[in-house]
T-cell receptor
């Protein structure tokens, strides 16, 4: 399944590093999402973009900065992260926000040391 | 805010046994979706239920949406090892609102 791709698949970074996660969808969708998945916690919605416009920021700390240059690409810029930010970061897309099923990418496993 | 709760958190079954996971919302839902995440994988959409009392089947999987549209269930008949994974429900409070995911039920099937 290659509809939604994410790179890198694994990332280890120090607390002072700056890195970016990339997501690309090949499904012609107009909505894209960032989720955080931590052990023993529900999927946490972070950001929503609809037609390149951010429509939701779920009280995410400013050390996470999203960017959506077009409907097919979504980035998550990371800086000065904390160890508790270690998690699986999942990108998803849907036709539009609000009613459709979401297609998830394989995720980036992030470890903050 | 809206909360979606799933039980049980874990379920271990012998291959061939049935399995059910339950999803309960603190508020009435517009629709509910179910996803499956295999170990080491990502969530994959299974189905969406919209109507009160709706029942949908996919082979050995039966999905139900409660009459009050506040709860849902997923039942698997005669589990197989390929059913292993975590099953998540995700509800929408109103059409157009965000999906709120439950914590998931992790299913293990012993051959």
């Amino acid at each position: 399944e290659t509809g939604v791709t994410q790179t890198p698949r694994h990332l280890v970074m120090g607390m002072t590093n700056k890195k970016s996660l990339k997501c690309e969808q090949h499904l012609g969708h107009n909505a894209m999402y960032w989720y955080k998945q931590s052990a023993k916690k529900p999927l946490e919605l972070m950001f929503v973009y609809n037609f390149k416009e951010q429509t939701e920021n779920n009280s995410v700390p400013s050390r996470f900065s999203p960017e959506c240059p077009n409907s097919s690409h979504l980035f998550l810029h990371l800086h000065t992260l904390q160890p508790e930010d270690s998690a699986l970061y999942l990108c998803a897309s849907s036709q539009v926000t609000g009613s459709d099923e979401q297609y998830f990418g394989p995720g980036t496993r992030l470890t903050v040391t | 805010g809206q909360q979606v709760m799933q039980i049980p958190q874990y379920q271990h079954v012998q291959e061939g046994e049935d399995f059910t996971t339950y999803c309960n919302s603190s508020t009435t839902l517009s629709n509910i979706q179910w996803y499956k995440q295999r170990p080491g994988g990502h969530p994959v959409f299974l189905i969406q239920l919209v109507k009160s009392g709706e029942v949908k089947k996919q082979k050995r999987l039966t999905f139900q949406f409660g009459e009050a549209k506040k709860n849902s269930s997923l039942h698997i008949t005669a589990t197989q090892t390929t059913d292993v994974g975590t099953y998540f429900c995700a509800g929408r409070e109103t059409s157009g609102s965000r999906l709120t995911f439950g914590e998931g039920t992790q299913l293990t099937v012993n051959p």
